[in-house]
């Protein structure tokens, strides 16, 4: 079985089990385990790979416990801490994983619920666990482009050289997210000097900076919907559709009077581009009907996805969740459909099979 097919059955054991998963104990059984054996290879019944329940004395904290401390070739290279499912994971929680830090030889420290697992080393100061991961995954939201990196601590593929220039990097990239994140919620005023500074002949004061932010955030956020909008639309080229051979640039007319518009069709396509990550895009399919456009699995009234509600100034997207009731929001453009990338992808997940 290839590496991501050992991923994508932990993602589907999850579904399955997390709802009856009330203690530590459970989530190292159903969850911790499979990844450190199934996943990454390495063998649970084998005291040489893998010691649960693992001990060093460190300092006045004697006898304490970490879950798992894996090993490879012979020396201490990962340590685990897992805590209850669901539980929401902290710096406090890893309180032991940074005192075993300094007196193992071990190189990356986890922290995980069963389905979140953070990931650690010591890019800022030697033998002293950093305070931030330099990876985070989350099965229950599976971003599929990482998994190359958790496969990098598999028994196979195990390069701790390498393992440590993908955490500087990741380290970094993350970092650097979170600032533009940030800078898009709030342009700050060098950001506003930089952009402004290139457009603006005027003298750049306070309050010209001030008018400028909103102005900006809204540049930005078109920016990058162009850029994803474009992406999609190449994937999109590549997988046909069944409606592709309709001339989206007009409206259709059936005898029942449901008129089926140009944004009715665009919307469809994003939604069904935004959730093929959960689930076969042959599945999803569109039925109009003269007061709304829905979106179904399998062409099922009893599988609703959601609902595009265009027929009217203000628009907006319908989404159903797992008791199939719908939670309607507006939108100003189509683009504004990714901002519910994870509901969407939620509901789809209820319908997988």
Known sequence: MEFKEKVLDLVSKIEKVSDRLETEEATKNALVMPVIHSVLGYDIFNPAEVVPEFTADTGTKKGEKVDYAIMHNGEIQILIE????????????????????SVTTARIAILTN???????????????????????????????????????????????????????????????????????????????????????????????KNDFKPIIKKAVNQFLNEQINDRLQSAMNRYSDPLDDTDIGETEETDSGIVTTEDEVEGYNLVKAIVRKAIDPDRVVMRDTKSYCGVLIDDNNRKPLCRMHFNRSQKYIGIFDGAKNETRHPIETLNDIFLYEQKLLETANCYVE
Not at 82 to 101: D, I, N, P, V, W
Not at 118 to 138: H, V
């Open 114 to 208: 069963g389905t979140v697992y953070q990931f650690f080393s010591d890019l800022d100061a030697t033998n002293k666990m950093d305070e931030r991961p330099f990876l985070e995954i989350d099965f229950e939201n599976l971003d599929e482009s990482l998994i190359p990196e958790l496969r990098k601590l598999s028994k196979e593929k195990f390069d701790l050289e390498d393992v440590l220039n993908s955490a500087g990097e990741m380290k970094f990239s993350n970092q650097i997210k979170k600032v533009l994140q940030q800078e898009l919620r709030d342009p700050s005023d060098d950001m506003v000097k930089l952009l402004v500074g290139s457009v603006y002949e005027g003298k750049l004061t306070q309050s010209v």
């Open 82 to 101: 897992a805590k209850k499912y669901g539980e929401q994971l902290t710096l406090k929680h890893a309180s032991q994983l940074y005192r075993y830090f």
